[in-house]
């Protein structure tokens, strides 16, 4: 998963993507939703759309518990707001588990102030950024340099 998301934009990310895919498959079956889940969330453009042709999965929806279940209240938020808001902010929300994972798997702990800014973001591409960046930093401080 971490190579999927460091090299997410990079000549070789539809075979990352692919072996990351078959890896997932031989997980659990709720596991294996969650990780293809991540696969499609932070893999480029041009490569998701290639492993969706291979795969027969135009137009991919998430498959995980826990992906739908944030992508519902991000929706159902928007409906009640009456703006497409909502729906990033499903997506953020999944997003931002994702950021804290990764930090949490490099052994770093982000700062109230860092932990505040994350929650803060609704934007996905912002949250991917971040996410991306937290796969080689050498510290947490490294994530947000680019703002």
């Not at 539809?14 to 997980?27: D, N, W």
Request: glycine letters at 6%; one cysteine or more.
């Amino acid at each position: 998963m971490l190579s999927v998301i460091a090299h997410a934009e990079d000549p070789e990310a539809v075979e990352i993507g692919r072996s990351a895919l078959a890896a997932a498959a031989k997980l659990d079956e709720e596991r294996a939703r969650f990780y293809a889940d991540l696969v499609y969330a932070y893999i480029g453009e041009a490569a998701r759309k290639i492993l969706e042709t291979d795969m027969g999965l135009q137009n991919y929806e998430f498959q995980s518990e826990f992906a739908k279940r944030f992508i519902a209240q991000g929706r159902a938020q928007g409906r009640d707001e009456g703006r497409d808001e909502g729906r990033a902010e499903g997506e953020a929300t999944g997003l931002r588990a994702a950021l804290h994972a990764v930090a949490e798997a490099r052994g770093f702990e982000l700062s109230e102030a860092q932990r505040q800014r994350v929650e803060a973001c609704i934007d996905p591409e912002t949250l991917k950024r971040w996410t991306r960046a937290a796969v080689t930093a050498a510290s947490s401080d490294v994530l947000f340099a680019d703002a």
